[in-house]
């Protein structure tokens, strides 16, 4: 009785963190390069022991394009469109953008050989990072507000940061990045982190504190 009951609060928590969203994603359509971001930041591979790929195949991925870098949510959906792409792909995106988390979801993407010449993929990789203090709370989709974004936990309950500069931010999984972004011990608790956000919202952490 008392799981059950844990489990329904933990529903209607979900949903109204989800319904309190204030802001909606918007329509998304760019070409771009897909890239596997702990290898792609040099600053955050730095002096770092190489972080395994995510098993569920996207948390580590991102679209650079001549606009910004876009991390992928961590959804069935995306899984399956993104599951033949290697790194290095020039590809074309139709979906959906939420703007505060820099996060996409893919209606369409497919192959071209087209890319706009104003993308410094070079650039962008040499980014060092800027140096940053958060406080926000880590959570799992179960309660990450992503608006009108399809959501799921079904890849496992991956974590992001929701911080209280209204951003949502995608923890690069480097030491003890990994174990916040799978929650242990700190499921939808109150952090601190200190570290540097490259482009794309990506999160290096240095120090943390959970409240």
């Excluded at 399956?80 to 290697?86: C, E, G, P, Y």
């Excluded at 040499?126 to 880590?138: C, E, M």
Aim: charged share 20%; glycine share 8%; with cysteine.
């Amino acid at each position: 009785m008392h799981i059950a009951l844990s489990i329904a609060l933990s529903a209607l928590l979900a949903h109204t963190a989800h319904a309190a969203s204030t802001q909606t994603s918007s329509a998304f359509d760019q070409s771009g390069v897909i890239v596997e971001v702990h290898s792609f930041f040099k600053a955050a591979a730095q002096d770092r022991d190489p972080a395994a790929a995510s098993a569920d195949g996207v948390a580590g991925r991102a679209l650079v394009t001549a606009s910004g870098v876009y991390a992928f949510l961590e959804t069935p959906e995306n899984q399956q469109q993104l599951a033949k792409t290697k790194p290095g792909s020039v590809v074309h995106i139709k979906g959906k953008l939420l703007k505060k988390g820099a996060l996409l979801h893919i209606d369409m993407l497919k192959k071209t050989s087209q890319v706009s010449l104003d993308l410094d993929l070079a650039g962008i990789r040499n980014a060092p990072g800027q140096t940053i203090a958060l406080k926000g709370t880590n959570k799992c989709q179960c309660g990450l507000d992503v608006a009108d974004l399809p959501h799921s936990c079904t890849l496992g309950h991956l974590h992001h940061l929701e911080a209280n500069d209204g951003k949502t931010y995608h923890y690069l999984q480097f030491a003890q990045g990994k174990d916040t972004f799978l929650g242990h011990n700190t499921h939808f608790k109150d952090v601190e982190v200190k570290g540097r956000v490259f482009p794309g919202q990506f999160l290096l952490i240095d120090k943390m504190k959970v409240n």
